[in-house]
Nanobody, 129 residues
């Protein structure tokens, strides 16, 4: 069984920073190729935020470029999302997701949600103006 647990979400003021972490259970023998952070705001569809491949190649949605950084530590089974200069529009529940090791046509913020095999339960980020 593969379990993902997100943490780090909280309420902050605009302009502040947060670091989200996604921990994969320690029994997992890492083989995922594409790892991602998604988010879903109230009343909106879930959208891709950032992705990283097992080789470290990253991709970001336009609305977070230059502000967010995704990273992966395979030794610790952690996928992080550093979020700087937060805006009220970043308010959402943030989810991490990983695939089962198959190589997708593309690993990007536009990779469809259905590609990912395992998801966390989400962590809430609220940004006040």
């Amino acid at each position: 069984q593969v379990h993902l647990v997100e943490s780090g979400g909280e309420s902050v003021q605009a302009g502040e920073s947060l670091r989200l972490s996604c921990t994969v259970n320690s029994q997992y023998s890492w083989k995922s190729y594409c790892m991602a952070w998604f988010r879903q705001a109230p009343g909106k569809e879930r959208e891709g935020v950032a992705t990283i491949t097992k080789f470290g190649a990253t991709n970001y949605a336009e609305f977070v470029k230059g502000r967010f950084t995704i990273s992966h530590d395979s030794a610790k089974n952690i996928i992080d999302l550093q979020m700087n200069d937060l805006e009220p529009e970043d308010t959402a529940t943030y989810y991490c997701a990983i695939d089962n090791g198959q190589v997708p046509a593309t690993c990007s913020s536009r990779t469809v949600q259905g590609w990912f095999n395992y998801w966390g339960q989400g962590t809430q980020v609220t940004v006040s103006s």
